[in-house]
């Protein structure tokens, strides 16, 4: 069964950065795809960034130069620097295994805010 749990969620100022993560069990993590999510209030969930097995990665044009997703096989983790924040960031980030239906995290919030 597959288990994703996220950290480094808070509160940050525009401008500010900060780096979220996913630690993934019950997968073959070095094949598999991996992705962050984010979802504010009344919305669906938004693709944010992906990275492939092999290290592609895809961004939604509006993080493109801020964000940044890598990943660590050896510790099973996939990770989210996110850089110059803006209010409109503000969401709760959800790691996710696009090869795996609902196979999401328990989120994490994210607020930019002065």
């Known amino acids: 069964q597959v288990q994703l749990v996220e950290s480094g969620g808070g509160l940050v100022q525009p401008g500010g950065s900060l780096r979220l993560s996913c630690a993934a069990s019950?997968?073959?993590?070095?094949?598999?795809?991996m992705a962050w999510y984010r979802q504010v209030p009344g919305n669906q969930r938004e693709l944010v960034a992906s990275?492939?097995?092999?290290?592609?990665?895809v961004y939604v044009d509006d993080v493109k130069g801020r964000f940044t997703i890598s990943r660590d096989n050896a510790k099973r983790a996939v990770s989210l620097q996110m850089n110059t924040l803006k209010p409109e960031d503000t969401a709760v980030y959800y790691c996710?295994?696009?090869?795996?239906?609902?196979?999401w995290g328990q989120g994490t919030q994210v607020t930019v805010s002065s």
């Open positions: 996710y295994v696009p090869s795996i239906r609902n196979s």
């Open positions: 019950g997968i073959i993590f070095s094949i598999s795809t």
């Open positions: 990275i492939s097995s092999g290290g592609n990665t």
